[in-house]
Nanobody
């Protein structure tokens, strides 16, 4: 199995900043997409942002465009999600995930196969 470890969640006030990290096992990084998804209580899991560095491709959900930035450090096998101007509606458990196959699969939860354990982000108003 592919190991993914998400971290960096916590409590933050509205308007604040948080950086999430997703550490991935070596070997899946080079031409694999890594995605960030989130799920709030009572809601479906939704896409936040995805990246594949080999093609310079990124994707952002409309709700986070201009506020969140995804990046990856291939040397450290880590993907980051920098979240600026956080809003209470960003409160959710955030998950990072990887697909089973290399290449760009799109940025939808159902095309990702390996999931980290999730990290909680709570934004207070």
């Amino acid at each position: 199995d592919v190991q993914l470890q998400a971290s960096g969640g916590g409590f933050v006030q509205a308007g604040g900043y948080r950086r999430l990290s997703c550490a991935a096992a070596p070997g899946i990084f080079d031409d694999y997409a890594i995605g960030w998804f989130r799920q709030a209580p009572g809601k479906e899991r939704e896409s936040v942002s995805c990246i594949i560095s080999s093609r310079g491709t990124t994707h952002y959900a409309d709700s986070v465009k201009g506020r969140f930035t995804i990046s990856r450090d291939n040397f450290k096998n880590t993907v980051y999600l920098e979240m600026n101007n956080l809003k209470p509606e960003d409160t959710a458990t955030y998950y990072c995930a990887a697909p089973q196959h290399s290449g760009w699969p799109g940025c939808w939860p159902n095309v990702f196969d390996y999931w980290g354990q999730g990290t909680q982000v709570t934004v207070s108003s």
